[in-house]
Nanobody
Framework: QVQLVESGGGLVQAGGSLGLSCAAS????????MGWYRQAPGKQRELVAD???????VTGDSVKGRFTISRDNAKNTVYLQMNSLQPEDTAVYYC???????????WGRGTQVTVSS
């Protein structure tokens, strides 16, 4: 089992910045990758960014050039730095971890990000 606890988020004006963090605990040695997804009201959950144990990243097209994912393996924590936020970035952001021992997804509870125009 893997537990994920998110922090950060909140309300920001358009053009502003926010940072999210997600700390993993439990069977952390089974984690292959960690990342962030988001879900806006009435929309499907979508990938924001993902980072593997080796540091390879994937970033969603809608946030490329504005959002940056990073991780601190010593702290078992993944970060998402969000710059130039726009109202369309408003969503609940979920931390995700994928394990390789028994392939499955783990999810955090989510944190609300609201961008006002």
């Amino acid at each position: 089992q893997v537990q994920l606890v998110e922090s950060g988020g909140g309300l920001v004006q358009a053009g502003g910045s926010l940072g999210l963090s997600c700390a993993a605990s439990g069977n952390i040695f089974a984690i292959e990758s960690m990342g962030w997804y988001r879900q806006a009201p009435g929309k499907q959950r979508e990938l924001v960014a993902d980072i593997t144990n080796g540091g390879s990243t994937v970033t969603g097209d809608s946030v490329k050039g504005r959002f940056t994912i990073s991780r601190d393996n010593a702290k078992n924590t993944v970060y998402l730095q969000m710059n130039s936020l726009q109202p369309e970035d408003t969503a609940v952001y979920y931390c995700n971890a994928v394990t390789f021992t028994i392939p499955r997804d783990y999810w955090g509870r989510g944190t609300q990000v609201t961008v006002s125009s």
